[in-house]
């Protein structure tokens, strides 16, 4: 086919930039539901009504519809599946130009549905959101100053970042796939508890002022003499005694052992990062993912449940004076979250 290089056949797949302007004022919901799209969410004084801009060609077409105050947009439908598949997948020319950006006014006020798979999300300055769910497998997210009452962001198979915004409660779920390293590609200084010994260094020659390297002779061994030997070295052999043979010693045939396979260690490097989020109520279930980074209120203003208790830099706390709840939930990883 080509060597996977789509300008060699015979169709045309170069995507075309095309904009939508909603048709309704009153729209208070967006659904999303894309695949290998990223997708770019903004707010702007300059639109008066939501304003889409996407990419498509004719094997890789978008729907979008409205109902009843709802817009939705998809391009998850049968359309010639196995063109599309490699237009997708293989059309290197085209993956840059293959954005979905969604542009709502200023004072938009409602709930946002977002589903993508093999595709980045970013969110930025979008306010007044009442909902936020959002659902993506394997890609990317960012928030950025965003204001919303309840969000729900599940991403697998990628990193999340939450700067600055302000969410009364903020439910996240972020999972990425185990990673095992051989243990000799591990730095010790980054895992003290795995006991690493750091390999030995080989001292190296350093020359004299004069350009000369000195190396000390090893002394020679004197062996000793067995005075029963004769001149020549040789034991001496008594006339009436015949020496008798030695005995062959018969090998013995073992198995050549197999290698073996370093050992390998869990290790876990993706992290979510949270860096001046204000929120009230914040639940986060980490799987193989660190936790890091910054929340805009007190310790003294949360009651925290965690289960990570040997690496974590917060603890279950018994607040009852709290306005706020933290509750965590962690495999493997690690948790270093500072409070304003």
Do not use: W
């Amino acid at each position: 086919m080509g060597g996977t290089d789509l300008g060699r056949l015979d169709f045309e797949t170069s995507y075309e930039e095309k904009e939508y302007v909603a048709l309704s004022s009153s729209i208070s919901n967006i659904v999303i539901d894309v695949d290998r799209h990223d997708v770019v969410f903004t707010e702007s004084p300059t639109v008066s009504e939501i304003t889409v801009g996407y990419y498509e060609n004719q094997y890789d077409i978008f729907s979008i519809t409205e109902d009843e105050g709802t817009i939705t947009i998809t391009n998850k439908f049968i359309q010639n599946a196995f063109i599309r598949f490699f237009c997708l997948l293989f059309d290197g020319d085209n993956t840059d130009n293959r954005v979905l950006s969604i542009v709502v006014p200023t004072g938009f006020y409602g709930k946002m549905d977002v589903a993508c798979s093999k595709a980045d999300v970013s969110f930025d300055g979008v306010h007044n959101l009442d909902e936020l769910k959002l659902n993506v497998s394997d890609g990317d997210v960012a928030l950025n100053t965003v204001t919303c009452k309840t969000a729900a962001l599940n991403v697998a198979a990628g990193e999340l970042s939450v700067t600055g915004g302000v969410y009364e409660t903020l439910d996240i779920v972020n999972s990425n796939p185990a990673e095992y390293l051989p243990i000799d590609e591990i730095d010790p200084e980054l895992y003290p508890m795995l006991g690493i010994t750091p390999p030995p260094v080989t001292p190296q020659l350093t020359p004299t002022p004069g350009g000369l390297v000195v190396v000390t002779p090893t002394p020679e061994v004197t062996p000793s003499v067995d005075p029963s030997a004769t001149p020549d070295g040789s034991p001496s052999v008594s006339p009436d005694v015949t020496p008798s043979a030695t005995p062959e010693v018969t090998p013995e045939i073992t198995a050549t052992p197999r290698p073996t396979k370093a050992p390998t260690y869990l290790v876990v490097s993706v992290a979510m990062v949270l860096e001046g989020v204000d929120v009230k109520d914040l639940k986060i279930n980490a799987i193989y993912t660190n936790i890091e980074g910054t929340l805009a209120r007190g310790e003294s203003y949360y009651k925290i449940t965690t289960d990570n208790v040997t690496n974590s830099n917060i603890e279950t706390n018994n607040n009852k004076t709290a306005v706020g709840t933290i509750t965590i939930t962690q495999k493997d990883g690690s948790t270093e979250l500072d409070f304003k």
